[in-house]
């Protein structure tokens, strides 16, 4: 089945630094990617939408200039977290459908960050 | 987004069958329901969607109630692997999944 890797697995930084977070359909194109983050014991929340060549669509309450979304090619989403703060520490899981409707959404192993 | 609501835990034995109820009395017609399942420390994992007839994979089954209302993931015969929480989800076209807080299954050896 189609393939979506998330690169780091896991990531430690310093408070005030950004990290980018990279997310690619392998064997697959997505023209659009969904980039989610979720805190222990919780779902998955929704961040934003990212569409190839356009900005993206941002979800209530988050934030586009401290989490960038460039989704430049038809294969690869990153997701920058700039200015990262200790509560920005979270398990960020980016997921990509394939093109044409009622498909499964695939989704990656998930990026989990700590700010310290 | 049309709601699901699914019990918050669930608890099975190994080698038994297990059915997860959805419960979604907002679905539209053209709503499709899709299961997916997670394991601690993992991105989610598709499980099995289904539009208005029942669907088997070798996963699962999905049994979709008539008037769509409310559906049922079936895992057969459930190993420790299984354990894991379950979302189901229900989508449009090419639209975004928006999670719920999903049913928590425990498998006991």
């Known amino acids: 089945g189609a393939v979506v890797s998330q690169h780091p697995s896991w990531v430690i930084c310093k408070s005030g630094t950004s990290v980018k977070i990279e997310c690619r359909s392998l064997?697959?194109?997505?023209?659009?990617m969904f980039w989610y983050r979720q805190f222990p014991k919780q779902s998955l929340m929704l961040m934003a939408t990212s569409n190839e060549g356009s900005k993206a669509t941002y979800e209530q309450g988050v934030e586009k200039d401290k989490f960038l979304i460039n989704h430049a090619s038809l294969t690869l989403s990153t997701l920058t977290v700039t200015s990262a703060h200790p509560e920005d520490s979270s398990f960020y899981i980016c997921?990509?459908?394939?093109?044409?409707?009622?498909?499964?959404?695939?989704f990656g192993q998930g990026t989990r960050l700590t700010v310290v | 987004d049309a709601k699901t609501t699914q019990p918050n835990s669930m608890e099975s034995n190994e080698e038994e069958p297990v059915h997860l109820p959805c419960n979604h009395s907002?679905?539209?017609?053209?709503?499709?329901i899709h299961w997916y399942r997670q394991l601690p420390s993992q991105g989610p994992e598709y499980v099995i969607h289904g539009l208005t007839s029942n669907v088997n994979n070798r996963m699962a089954s999905l049994a979709i109630a008539e008037d769509r209302k409310s559906s049922t993931l079936i895992l057969h015969r459930a190993t420790l692997r299984d354990a894991a929480v379950y979302y189901c989800?229900?989508?449009?076209?090419?639209?975004?999944?928006?999670f719920g807080q999903g049913t928590r299954l425990t498998i006991n050896p």
């Open positions: 064997d697959f194109q997505a023209t659009t």
């Open positions: 989800i229900l989508v449009q076209g090419a639209q975004k999944l928006v």
């Open positions: 997921s990509a459908r394939v093109r044409g409707r009622n498909t499964e959404a695939f």
């Open positions: 907002t679905i539209s017609g053209t709503d499709y």
